[in-house]
């Protein structure tokens, strides 16, 4: 019988995932690594799956010639060389395997820094130069030092046992690492990442890199640090400034730093960091254990199969794990949950409890679970991890210490439909509510506060005491800035109480503006979000 599917790898896989694959002749299996791009258009539009590594750029013009392609497969963590949203608007599944490589990496980051720290690489090159000398490579001990920690997900927290195991004291950035989550794992959770800096001894980075982490160690934070720090990175080139630390590590306010990752990779032959004695550095390696490998392979091929063959959908980055007909269904709520969620992330404060989820109408008494993973999901992707997915979500956010609950109500509201998601921490509750008006999102109500805002583009939120003349007054500090209203929503629950006012705007207010609301004694909050 000739197989129904045909899957096309191009940069290589575990032999078990191969077999996985092949297993029931229900899809057959072309190997084709080192494609050029001319080469892959050429033959992609041949082939229902296309299972990469980091190699292959899976770009717009290949997503284009993909004319039966149902699903990608990035065996490996992440999914930066593949064109999501191409993807999407073609209706293909992208899928990764999160969490595949996390003992590998993190192995390797607790290597790196032990090799930076006893001078490993620098010794065995003066022993294989058939040198005896010991004075020069005199290192340091780990025992007793503080390890700073960026990034808590799923990498960071395997480098903090391995790290509190070794004896030192782990100190550690995480927007939504919870304070009770830290504690479990011994952990001291630091608010800012400036302010981390300063205790430590040794730095890992463990963040994606997004535009607010692009350069996030760069000449001016790494004054910040410690005199003699040393840096590992791991994660994603860009996140550690080269040109900066080439001249920290020169001037000493750096004493080693090891790296895996480059802004450019492979980097240039004549990459200045590559001369320095005191820089250990390899080519990618995060994830090259056999153990690792042989297991993303068969992850993603499992996925491939299982989708293909039943429709079943499995770490999917751009779709919910449901099927079509259901899909079509949800779609305009989770939409709608998308959005709220990013709302609420941006007003929370940084670092979550719990997050509860409430459903009111009969359309969510068929299965919440995809809107509930949705907004979990979108809600943990304003922390930087960008390997969340409707999948994951939940045991990420367990992982994080936050606690989700979900749950229907029968009362009375004043619409057929409607979502609150609502967050508590510590010092205070936050909580949106949206609905559908003609299949479209809204947002309806604010901490209580009733509001009814399209949920789209630039938004602006100020709580203020209410009293005569604010809503002029703003409308001139934004025009004076050249910043155009496009719609406004006003809400107070008693005249002279707090007032809440959210505006749509076309562009961007500036810092200026911002910091001229805010001198206003009776203004009590801004807050800008971008859906």
């Not at 090799?115 to 130069?129: E, F, G, N, Y």
């Amino acid at each position: 019988m000739a197989a129904k599917f045909k899957a096309l790898i191009t940069d290589g896989l575990a032999d078990r995932g191969v077999e996985i694959l092949i297993r029931d002749g229900v899809i057959s299996v072309d190997k084709k690594p080192g494609l050029k791009e001319e080469e892959l258009l050429q033959i992609i539009g041949d082939y229902d799956a296309l299972i990469v590594r980091s190699q292959t750029k899976v770009n717009a013009k290949v997503i284009a010639a993909a004319k039966k392609l149902k699903v990608v497969g990035r065996a490996g963590v992440g999914v930066d060389n593949v064109d999501t949203e191409s993807a999407t608007s073609r209706g293909i599944i992208v899928m990764n395997t999160p969490g595949g490589n996390t003992i590998a990496t993190a192995e390797l980051t607790f290597t790196m820094m032990m090799a930076l720290t006893r001078k490993i690489p620098q010794a065995h090159a003066s022993m294989v130069a058939g040198k005896w000398d010991r004075k020069s490579f005199e290192g340091t001990e780990l025992y007793g030092k503080t390890l700073g920690i960026i990034g808590m997900g799923r990498i960071g927290s395997e480098v903090a046992r391995r790290a509190i195991a070794f004896g030192m004291r782990v100190v550690a950035f995480d927007p939504f690492l919870s304070l009770s989550r830290a504690k479990q794992m011994q952990v001291e959770l630091i608010d800012k990442v400036n302010d981390l800096l300063p205790h430590a001894d040794y730095i890992t980075v463990h963040t994606p890199l997004t535009a607010e982490t692009k350069n996030l160690l760069n000449s001016q934070t790494l004054k910040l640090c410690k005199t003699g720090v040393r840096l590992v990175n791991c994660a994603r080139g860009g996140l550690i400034n080269e040109t900066d630390l080439y001249e920290a590590l020169q001037n000493g306010q750096v004493a080693g730093a090891a790296l895996d990752v480059y802004e450019k990779e492979p980097p240039a032959e004549d990459l200045p960091l590559r001369k320095l004695p005191n820089v250990v550095l390899t080519p990618h390696l995060g994830a090259s254990t056999a153990e690792a490998q042989e297991s993303v392979g068969i992850e993603v091929a499992e996925q491939i199969f299982d989708y293909l063959t039943t429709g079943t959908v499995r770490n999917a980055v751009n779709a919910p794990s449901v099927d079509a007909k259901t899909l079509a269904i949800l779609g305009p709520h989770l939409n709608l949950a998308d959005k709220l969620a990013k709302i609420l992330a941006q007003l929370a404060p940084k670092r979550v409890d719990s997050l509860q989820i409430t459903f009111w109408g009969k359309v969510y008494d068929e299965d919440i679970r995809p809107i509930a993973r949705t907004i979990v999901k979108s809600f943990l992707e304003s922390a930087g991890d960008n390997d969340v997915n409707q999948v994951n979500a939940l045991s990420l956010a367990e992982h994080l210490g936050i606690k989700i609950e979900t749950m229907k109500n029968s009362e009375d509201v004043n619409y057929t439909e409607m979502v609150k998601i609502s967050v508590k921490s510590a010092e205070r509750e936050i909580s949106v509510c949206g609905t559908l008006f003609a299949h479209e999102p809204r947002l309806v109500s604010v901490n209580g506060k009733n509001v009814e805002v399209t949920p789209e583009g630039i938004l602006f939120f100020m709580e203020n005491t209410d009293r005569p003349g604010v809503v002029g007054w703003l409308g001139t500090i934004m025009g004076k800035h050249k910043v155009n209203i496009a719609n406004m929503s006003l809400s107070r629950i008693k005249q002279g109480g707090h007032a809440l006012t959210v505006l749509n705007l076309d562009s961007e207010p500036t810092a200026e503006a911002l910091a001229e609301i805010r001198q206003d004694k009776d203004i009590l909050n801004v807050q800008v979000v971008k859906v």
